[in-house]
């Protein structure tokens, strides 16, 4: 007699009849789930915020922002005075980021040699350049909003009053400069 496997295509067990892929299925036990649905969120919905402790601190630390940067345009607007002074011979002081211009152009006569000439600036630049051949003659000197603008402008004086080579020979900015 002839013996067959279980499971074989005409095996006369339990399912007389019944095909191999038959049995392998009705052996296994499945479990249907309900199906999941994810809905799009399409006009910004969501969750923005997970706790009101997170909350509490970026409003703490967008508070001490705007604290600190208030405080820093106070300081640069209270000490934005500044001074220049000229003499003669390349003689030069310069005084910035005073509380006010009187006491920087003060600072900046002591620090100059000589008799000398004040230039007071506020939130501004300002230069001095001297012939580089003769520095007892020829200088220029100016004031302007932007450090650029004030070294081109003191060359353009020099060289006006006769400077055959002028450079600069100082400069200084104040806070805003």
Not at 9 to 21: D, E, I, L, M
Not at 61 to 83: E, H, K, P, Q
Not at 94 to 100: C, E, G, I, R
Not at 105 to 121: H, Y
Request: hydrophobic share 40%.
């Amino acid at each position: 007699m002839t013996s067959w496997g279980y499971g074989s295509r005409h095996s006369p067990g339990r399912h007389p009849g019944k095909t191999a892929a038959f049995l392998s299925q009705s052996s296994i036990h499945q479990v249907e789930t309900a199906p999941t649905y994810i809905l799009p969120v399409t006009s910004g919905e969501g969750i923005l915020i997970v706790s009101t402790v997170a909350a509490r601190r970026r409003a703490l630390f967008v508070v001490a922002l705007t604290l600190i940067l208030a405080v820093s345009s106070y300081i640069n607007r209270t000490w934005a005075a500044g001074a220049f002074a000229v003499g003669k011979c390349g003689a030069y002081g310069q005084a910035y980021d005073y509380p006010v211009v009187e006491t920087a152009r003060a600072a900046a006569l002591k620090q100059c040699k000589g008799a000398c000439t004040a230039l007071t600036m506020r939130r501004a630049c300002a230069a001095f350049a001297v012939d580089m051949t003769n520095p007892c003659g020829p200088h220029g000197y100016a004031v302007k909003p932007s450090i650029s603008s004030s070294l081109n402008a003191a060359t353009k004086k020099c060289y006006e009053f006769g400077g055959k080579e002028c450079v600069i020979r100082a400069w200084a900015c104040d806070a805003k400069g």
